[in-house]
């Protein structure tokens, strides 16, 4: 399936590929156009649109659109959900809400950087995705027992 959101990616647009590719749909396909044209686009690709306004797969109240896929696609995974407050952290500007968020902000800043392209952003930062989904895996099951 092809998805669509908004190019120039950040936290949110790099943590949504993450999650549908990992937990939703391995063979999805991202394109990234400017923010104007997602919806034409979309509607043209016969792609699903996320992380953008007019998306069905976008914030809504204090959900940024990580938290709303989590929620559209019934995912229970206590890690993710342990992820999802950070990601939602980072996207929100509400740095202090988790102690891990300011330290997201600033590599999805450094990737924006050093890779402008998003489809070589997204590549490099899901390895780093990888590594805070373990992470909230180990977490999860210390503030379990």
């Not at 937990?23 to 996320?50: G, Y």
């Not at 740095?95 to 600033?106: I, N, R, T, V």
Request: net charge negative.
């Amino acid at each position: 399936m092809k998805w669509i959101t908004r190019s120039h990616v950040h936290v949110d647009r790099v943590a949504c590929p993450w999650l549908i590719k990992r937990f939703i749909d391995s063979d999805a396909e991202f394109l990234f156009v400017p923010k104007s044209r997602v919806m034409e686009v979309a509607q043209k690709q016969d792609a699903i649109a996320f992380d953008t306004p007019g998306a069905t797969l976008h914030h809504r109240e204090n959900l940024c659109t990580f938290d709303v896929i989590i929620k559209d696609y019934q995912l229970t995974d206590k890690a993710l959900l342990r992820m999802a407050r950070i990601i939602n952290a980072a996207d929100t500007d509400h740095l202090d809400a988790d102690p891990l968020a300011a330290g997201f902000e600033a590599i999805a800043v450094g990737y924006s950087l050093r890779y402008p392209d998003d489809h070589e952003n997204i590549a490099g930062q899901f390895e780093v995705y990888d590594a805070l989904y373990a992470w909230c895996r180990i977490d999860v099951a210390k503030n379990e027992s």
